[in-house]
């Protein structure tokens, strides 16, 4: 797949870029070799150039890493008949689950969900509706914590602000989903007793199996019941059968 997108014609990968979302650039662009994606960089306008190179300066796994920095924000003094005409204005703003509001200074003050917006009266500022209690993280924090909030608040996105909490982008649930769904399966399988691959090479034999000592007991003791319950209800069993 690497090796297809390296064949592409820079320019042709450009126009293709345009089209995506900022991370979803940062993202092609960290698959293939620095070479290519200077080559195709170099072709975008300045400002989606300045843009990528920005994420693309963040952690690999980091919640900049994984950010849209297209994000639709309104002024916190914005009335709330204002606020939906301007979204009816930009039809092309993707991932708008919730409405952020900022300051003069750029300065995330609140957020507001699109159904508290379609239901408060025309001329109410988002000030008065806005929550401000926002859970929003660093562009340096792991993938991994954001995931964990995304799933323990159920939220369909995150914020990303920086030092002086101004709002740099936002990350969704569906950049972390694969995330979610690769600790869940990291947890079981070191709940069992498997773990990850390098963990199971750096562990001796005795150790990889004392760790699934208890899951293969609970198993075993589990079967034994089981066997034990038929046992006794073994004639009944057989009394069912015969008269079916």
Excluded: C
């Amino acid at each position: 797949t690497i090796r297809l997108l390296e064949q592409e014609d820079p320019q042709h990968m450009a126009s293709i870029l345009e089209e995506a979302s900022s991370n979803e650039q940062a993202y092609l662009m960290g698959l293939v070799n620095e070479e290519y994606a200077a080559s195709v960089i170099k072709l975008l306008q300045t400002e989606e150039q300045e843009e990528l190179e920005e994420l693309m300066a963040y952690p690999e796994d980091s919640a900049g890493s994984l950010m849209s920095t297209d994000v639709f924000t309104l002024h916190e003094n914005t009335k709330a008949q204002e606020a939906i005409a301007a979204l009816q204005d930009h039809e092309e703003a993707e991932m708008v689950f919730y409405l952020y509001a900022i300051d003069n200074n750029e300065i995330l003050t609140g957020v507001v969900s699109l159904r508290d917006l379609v239901t408060t009266p025309g001329n109410t500022m988002l000030k008065d509706i806005m929550s401000r209690k926002v859970h929003a993280v660093r562009p340096e924090i792991d993938q991994e914590e954001v995931a964990r909030i995304v799933s323990q608040y159920n939220f369909l996105a995150v914020p990303v602000v920086d030092s002086d909490e101004k709002l740099l982008g936002i990350v969704t649930v569906d950049d972390v989903v694969d995330v979610i769904r690769e600790e869940a399966t990291e947890d079981f399988l070191q709940m069992v007793g498997a773990g990850k691959d390098r963990e199971i090479l750096l562990k001796s034999s005795w150790d990889n199996a004392r760790m699934r000592l208890p899951w293969l007991f609970a198993s075993w003791i589990g079967g034994i019941l089981a066997a034990f319950i038929i046992g006794i209800f073994d004639n009944v069993l057989q009394s069912t059968i015969a008269l079916a």
